[in-house]
């Protein structure tokens, strides 16, 4: 129970610190491209990188805690940055292939299912 507490907490905090971060960013853009996003995916992936080389037998912290941090905080701040380290492991253990794969098909069939669902949605409520 207390690993599921720490990454509820963190994951709380994770997802303010990109809303306020994303909204910080975006708010001083001028376009429309969602560089809030692109800002917080990318630091989160810096911060996932770092982390992860860091917990990765040099600094030794209590399980719960890598928890609290890894899939709490960075997993609220951005699932994306998950999705990149899972990729760079699968690369550095020289499975190329399924790097690629993960790299297409998270993105294809997240683009598909987002699609999909938004369009069975709108015709749901008769838009």
């Excluded at 609220?76 to 690629?100: H, I, M, N």
Aim: charged share 15%; glycine share 16%.
């Amino acid at each position: 129970m207390e690993k599921l507490i720490l990454i509820f907490v963190g994951g709380g905090l994770g997802s303010v610190a990109r809303y306020v971060l994303g909204g910080w960013v975006q708010g001083r853009s001028t376009g429309v491209f969602p560089v809030g996003t692109l800002v917080v995916n990318v630091l989160g992936c810096a911060a996932i990188g770092l982390l992860g080389a860091a917990l990765d037998g040099r600094i030794l912290i209590r399980p719960e805690y890598r928890l609290f941090l890894m899939i709490g905080v960075l997993g609220g701040f951005t699932t994306f940055s998950s999705f990149a380290f899972e990729t760079l492991k699968l690369v550095q253990d020289g499975e190329f292939a399924r790097a690629g794969a993960n790299v297409l098909l998270s993105n294809t069939l997240g683009l598909i299912a987002a699609w999909l669902a938004y369009t069975v949605a709108r015709k749901s409520i008769g838009v």
